[in-house]
């Protein structure tokens, strides 16, 4: 069910070397990023122009994963390339996501590098670095990796962030996950289902009616039964949306679950659909329904 990958996730494969994003000051233009950040880092120089793409060009800049992007409160994007002898580049680009929790939630959405220790939250390997500060992201990318070049990347992403401004606030719904076994590093906040699938893939279709009103938190938990756990929960305008949502994934993916909607899986472990008001709890990979409901039951769900 779950899809896994070595090297590079579907996020980072589609960008490739041309994806090295960054952020921007807070309140200011992308474009104002050409006058802060340094144009020589190391032995490595600009080269050609800084551009800058919106919602309506990104594609002639990422074509094939923009809507990765697009399923974000994406804004701008500042590029620059970097070159140095020996043919060796870097590409930097400056994501403005509008706010701080759309900046973290296309940071969550691919993680799987250690940390770097830059901006609020970050990762460095295989020549790219990622971090978020505040309402924007920021990547460094290498077209190789020697030693120099790292140490490069690492510098220049110090730079960048000076010009970001101060850290923000986590998504609210993150703070409503239950905290005991939860897995540090793992969470990934989104809206659509484009985002929901490159984490842990649940259907071709649309069958929890994700799109731009919904707030998704997608959370992994210990267990002791081998393996982790997964939650999906989601939070939809009113609570007749949750309500259909609940019934069209119960319909598609566990039609033999009884009332409580908790089911067995082809895995021997269980799955269940939980509602409260316009909140959407979705557990996989329980090992036993007791597990499931406890975990329910932590969540700090707003009171009626």
Request: contains cysteine.
């Amino acid at each position: 069910m779950q899809v896994r990958r070595r090297g590079r996730s579907i996020l980072s494969a589609v960008f490739g070397f041309i994806t090295v994003l960054t952020a921007l000051p807070a309140g200011g233009a992308v474009s104002d990023f050409s006058n802060k950040v340094p144009r020589k880092i190391g032995s490595f120089m600009s080269e050609g122009e800084d551009r800058v793409y919106d919602r309506k060009t990104l594609y002639d800049y990422v074509d094939g994963g923009a809507e990765v992007y697009l399923a974000f409160d994406f804004r701008e994007v500042w590029t620059r390339k970097y070159t140095a002898p020996g043919g060796r580049e870097l590409a930097l680009d400056i994501f403005d996501m509008g706010t701080p929790a759309e900046a973290f939630g296309i940071f969550s959405c691919d993680r799987q590098d250690p940390g770097a220790g830059i901006g609020q939250e970050s990762e460095y390997g295989f020549g790219l670095l990622r971090f978020w500060q505040g309402r924007y992201f920021v990547t460094v990318t290498a077209s190789a990796e020697d030693e120099e070049t790292g140490k490069t990347v690492l510098d220049l992403g110090r730079e960048v962030v000076k010009h970001l401004g101060p850290p923000g606030d986590l998504p609210g719904l993150v703070n409503l996950l239950p905290a005991p076994s939860l897995r540090a590093g793992r969470t990934s906040y989104f809206h659509e289902s484009v985002n929901l699938n490159n984490r842990f893939f649940v259907s071709a279709e649309n069958i929890f009616h994700l799109g731009r009103s919904t707030d998704c938190v997608f959370a992994e938990y210990e267990t002791d039964a081998g393996g982790p756990a997964y939650l999906l929960l989601i939070r939809y305008p009113d609570a007749e949306k949750s309500a259909a949502s609940r019934r069209s994934f119960v319909e598609a993916y566990m039609p033999e679950a009884g009332p409580e909607g908790l089911a067995r899986t082809e895995n021997h472990k269980w799955v269940g659909a939980f509602l409260e008001g316009p909140f959407l709890a979705i557990i996989f990979d329980a090992p036993e329904p007791d597990w499931a409901r406890r975990l329910i039951a932590r969540l700090q769900l707003p009171k009626k």
